[in-house]
Structures are given as C-alpha cells and as structure tokens.
C-alpha cells in the first residue's frame, strides 16, 4: 500500500521506517533541502556544523533508543555521566552537581537530591519529595489532571517555597519548553520528573557524535529507501485535494518558487508529519469545522533562538550539558567537547539556546549575540578579562520563530491522536497524542503510533499492496 508523507523531520521519517518494516511503501515530501526539521542543521563557509537546536537524547527514549538500535546505530550516542550540572549564579564560574549513584530507581534520583546542599535546603527538599509523591503513585491519569495548572500554582498547592523555583525549576522549564515556571503547564514538569526518578537511567544524557541530518536522519532515509520506501526533498505540500465525501484525494507539492512545476500525488492513505502551525495553514475548509481540526488553534509554536560561538581558546573541560541558570539563556554545552565530529583540543565552539526568546526573535543577529557575550561574561568570569581574554572568532544564530508547541496549561486536550476524523487521512508529529509531549522522543513515537493506526485498518486489504511507484521525478 502506498502512503505519502508531508514533512521529513523525525515523526515523518519515523513514521515511514515502520511502514516500511509492514510491507508498505511511504513517500516522504520534505518541503525544505534538509532533512530533520527541527533537527536540521547546515555547514558553514569554513565546513562547522550549525543547528537548528542543542539537542540532547535521555535514557527515558525507549522509542528513540530502540531507533537507534534497529538502524544499528547505537555507536553514534555518547553517553555523559550521570549528573545534572547548573551554573551558581552567586557565585560565577562555578557549578552545582546533581550526581546519580550507579544504584535502582529512585534510590540513585533521591541520592541525587539529597547530596545536593548548594541548591536547596533539607526542608525545601522534604516538601518537594512529599509533593512528588502523588505523581509517582498516581501515574498517568494524576499527570493529566495536574494540565490545569503552572508548575508555579502546582508548587503553591503543595506549599513549596519560591525558592525552589528560582533554585532548579526556572531552569529545567525553560529546558523543557523554552518558557518559565509561571507559563508552562505542570503536566510537563511532572511527566519529566517522573521518568527522571522512576527509571535507573531516566535522566541520563547522551550527544549524538555529529549532525542531526547525517548521523540520524540520512541512515533512517536508507532504512526507508533501501526496502523501496521514496524519500523527496524541496517538495512542499501546498493542497490536500478532496474528494466529495472528505477524504483526500491527491496530495499537491509544489516548489515554493513556482505553482507552475506543481505534482499531483495520489495514494492509499496520506499523512500530515509537518509542524502543527504549518498543517494548520493548508487545512482544507470543508475539514475547518471538525473538531480534532479545529481545536488545533490551541497550539502554537513557541519562538526559540539557538546560538553558536566559536572561540580562540577552550573555556571549559566540562563534557556535558549545562544549565546556565542566565535570565536570557537556557541550557548549552562546549560542543568541541561533547561531540565528537565537532571536536577541536584548544578552541570551544558553545552552543546555547536563547529562551524564553519572545521579544528577542526579531531583534538582530549581533544584539543578540552581544546579549550573550554579557551573560556569559558571568559564567565564564576570567575567561573575559585581562591581555589574554578569549575572543568570538565567529558566530551563527539560528531563529525557530515557531517551534514545538508552547505547553501552557490546558494545552493537552487540544493534543489530537494520530488517527484524525477523515478515513484516509493521519497524523504524526511531536504535538500529536503521546506520553512523551514535544520532544525527540514525542516525534519519534507519535510516527510509530501513526505507522501502526495505519497498519492495522488496513491491514484487511493487504493483498492489494500497490507497488506503482511514484510518480515525482
Ligand atoms: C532549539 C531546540 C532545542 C531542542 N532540544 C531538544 C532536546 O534537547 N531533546 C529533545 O528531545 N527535543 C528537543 N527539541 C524538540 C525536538 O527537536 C522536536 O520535538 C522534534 O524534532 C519535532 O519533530 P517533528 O517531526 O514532530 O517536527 P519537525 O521537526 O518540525 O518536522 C516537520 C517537517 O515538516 C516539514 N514541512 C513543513 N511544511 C511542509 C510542507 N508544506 N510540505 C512538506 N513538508 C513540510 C518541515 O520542513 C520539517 O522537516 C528541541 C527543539 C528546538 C527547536
């Protein structure tokens, strides 16, 4: 059976690798000349990776590492130690360590904590494991109930201090979703805290050894194309054709350039993999007043900027990721450390992602570069100063005015499955219905979810497995 994709980002690639693993053919159209969307990245002039985001893989990716492990790719994850690492804001240059015991769940998580005496008091601490106790009890259904509420109310319910906010979790809600504790929903919060604590491994944290593109999605589109899947990039969905009854008839693509060089594109079934504010875009209106469509309009990407800045000389030794604890910026790593095709022994090459970043995604490249320099004057205190200060040899910054959904709460009802109303028509991409919200993990699983909704209902007619094959040239 043919199935036509829109979008090659992680859910859309995923999505076709288990089609494929049924027997089926997928035809993935990427709008862009990269793979990976948000994943994407480029090389500069001088041949240096940029990203579209720092990304990090966590040990509770079951969907992700079970991935990696089908395209025998496991090797390309470097796995950091066990730890969580933040900046001291009181005091610059140095750090505070969360270290995981090498010991079950959630023993090693609740070590963790307790060790740690620069952040939190032994009373802030005992309230916040009381307060934790329902999410870890309760599960799911508790985890869903708590969308009502910012993790700022949900700490206020549970009388823990501020504090606690300032201390740990401003930093890990802008890590999570680009906005503070105030805004995002303690769905996401707890879900994270959950996995980090109920699983051994959990929060552990891996860099991928290069580029996203390469290392990731190029063997994923071999998977694909080498059992006679198609994969077709600058090919952008501009219609979905209808037929009388609603279903689709035919995809449209177009290049963005030219509506003359436009391809009709018919199949079994067809699936939406694209980012949640651009499928709303090309809804057709016959489908505007169904619900699971409609309500799409509570989801909305949220602006995050991600920069890079290559440097003389090495900053730091640390090979892991950091929180920065900086009001302007949220988590970066020294990626001439933490990742091997970048790797350079004398200079470091940061990557940091800029957030919350609403009033800073339309303002120049350089001031936001310069905004950067001042805070990590902070973080890297003697770094800056004196004949011997480490100069910016260069720069990028890369700007996603719309990325993952901005998780505020009330937001998770507005999440649709993969199965959407119309017969022959699906979704797949990190905003769809899935335990693991807006990340990697949530792509990669929300793809699987939709290869497997379309395996089953049409698993029945088999037999009439089409192997015309495409038509786009
Ligand atoms: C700065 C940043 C940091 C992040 N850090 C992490 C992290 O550390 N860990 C983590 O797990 N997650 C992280 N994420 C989130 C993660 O990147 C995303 O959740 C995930 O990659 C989304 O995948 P997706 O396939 O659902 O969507 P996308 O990646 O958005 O893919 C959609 C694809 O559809 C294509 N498309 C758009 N329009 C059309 C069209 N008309 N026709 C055809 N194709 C189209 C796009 O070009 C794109 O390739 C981060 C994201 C950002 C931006």
Known sequence: MRVVIAGAGLAGLSCAKYLVDNGHIPIVLEARDVLGGKVAAWKDEDGDWYETGLHIFFGAYPNMLQLFKELDIEDRLQWKSHSMIFNQPSEPGTYSRFDFPDIPAPANGVTAILSNNDMLSWNEKILFGLGLVPAMLRGQKYLDKCDSKSWTEWLKEHNIPERVNDEVFIAMSKALNFIGPDEISSTVLLTALNRFLQEKNGSKMAFLDGAPPERLCQPMVDYITERGGEVHMNSPLRKI?????????????????????????????????????????????????????????????????????????????????????????????????????????????????????????????????????????????????????????????????????????????????????????FLAGDYTMQKYLASMEGAVLSGKLCAETINKEYSKTSNNVSRETSKIN
Request: glycine share 2%; net charge neutral.
């Open 241 to 425: 054709d209808l037929n009388e009854d609603s279903t689709v008839k035919s995809f449209t693509i177009a290049p963005l350039d030219s509506d003359e060089k436009k391809k009709v594109i018919t199949a079994d079934a067809y699936v939406s993999a694209m980012p949640v504010d651009l499928f709303k875009l090309i809804i057709p209106d016959q489908w505007k007043g169904i619900n699971a469509f409609s309500k799409l309009d509570g989801l909305i990407g949220v602006p995050v900027i991600n920069i890079h800045l290559w440097f003389d000389k090495k900053l730091t030794d640390i090979d892991h990721l950091l929180f920065s604890r900086s009001p302007l910026l949220s988590v970066y790593a020294d990626m001439s450390i933490t990742c091997k095709e970048y790797e350079d022994p004398n200079r470091s090459m940061l990557e940091l992602v800029f957030a919350p970043a609403k009033e800073w995604i339309n303002r120049s490249d350089q001031d936001i570069v310069d905004a950067t320099m001042e805070e990590l004057k902070k973080l890297f205190p003697t770094h800056f100063i004196g004949d011997d200060k480490t100069k910016l040899r260069k720069y990028k910054v890369v700007k996603t005015p719309r990325s993952v959904y901005k998780a505020v709460p009330g937001c998770q009802e507005f999440r649709p499955s993969q199965r959407s109303p119309i017969k022959n028509f």
